[in-house]
């Protein structure tokens, strides 16, 4: 049973460009999260997606930043115009469902912006 | 606002020693936690879990215990081994806080041989 996939691993951008990051939750979760880390803190929340749905989206700065989890196909975290201050490790997690289950986390893509 | 916190940024831990991680969580409303383990390059990997009806709860050589009167998580890894060298994080969730999990800063256990 995969577990939960993120790609690209790593991704280079210049300030201006934007940035798409994937993730496939593992098989049977409907469930997903995203999550910041920067280097030598926590894992900081940005947005919580069911199939089609936008549940949670507190963590998410209000602007150039956007998630989607269509009906079909993987996760996507959307940075727009990307800033150097958006260099860090994105993690995606999910789960089968909300309330009471563990939120399994998948590798993760580093973004670097130059 | 709500946060979890640890005590100890870095622990050092002879090589088949004890280890115990100490977490520090302010939202009374939470009602479950995790423990995850980060190493180097990796995404967080689940360890154990623990609800707010229970106090203590045993894994293969961890045991998570919790204080709710001070709302105090700890992490005890029996027997440390090389391969437990990485950062831990305590998660909480629930209350307000919904289905988002909530972290601590990270300790970073360094395991000597």
């Known amino acids: 049973n995969a577990g939960v996939m993120q790609n690209p ?17 593992m098989k049977g979760h409907s469930h997903v999260y995203w999550y910041r880390q920067l280097p030598e803190e926590g894992l900081k929340f940005m947005v919580y997606l069911q199939k089609e749905n936008i549940i949670d989206e507190s963590g998410m700065p209000k602007e150039r930043f956007s998630a989607e989890f269509p009906k079909e196909g993987p ?12 260099s860090a490790a994105y993690f995606c997690a999910s789960s089968p469902r909300a309330q009471t289950d563990t939120q399994y986390f998948g590798p993760g893509t580093r973004l670097t912006v130059l | 606002g709500e946060s979890v916190g640890l005590h100890l940024p870095t622990l050092s831990v002879q090589e088949g020693d004890n280890s115990i991680i100490n977490c520090a969580y302010s939202n009374s409303a939470s009602d479950y936690f995790i423990w995850y383990k980060q190493e180097s390059g990796k995404g967080p990997q689940f360890i154990i879990d623990i609800r707010s ?8 050589r961890v045991t998570v215990l919790l204080n709710k009167t001070v709302k105090h998580l700890s992490l ?23 289905n988002k999990l909530t972290f601590g800063g990270g300790t970073r256990v360094l395991v000597k041989p």
């Open chain 1, 75 to 86: 996760s996507i975290l959307r940075i727009q115009q990307v800033v150097r201050g958006d």
């Open chain 1, 9 to 25: 691993r790593h991704l280079v951008r210049r300030r201006g460009q934007e940035a798409r990051l994937r993730c496939s939750p």
């Open chain 2, 53 to 60: 009806n229970m106090d203590k709860r045993q894994g293969q």
């Open chain 2, 76 to 98: 005890q890894i029996a027997a440390t081994q090389p391969g437990d060298s990485a950062v831990y994080f305590c998660a909480e969730k629930g209350g307000t806080a919904g």
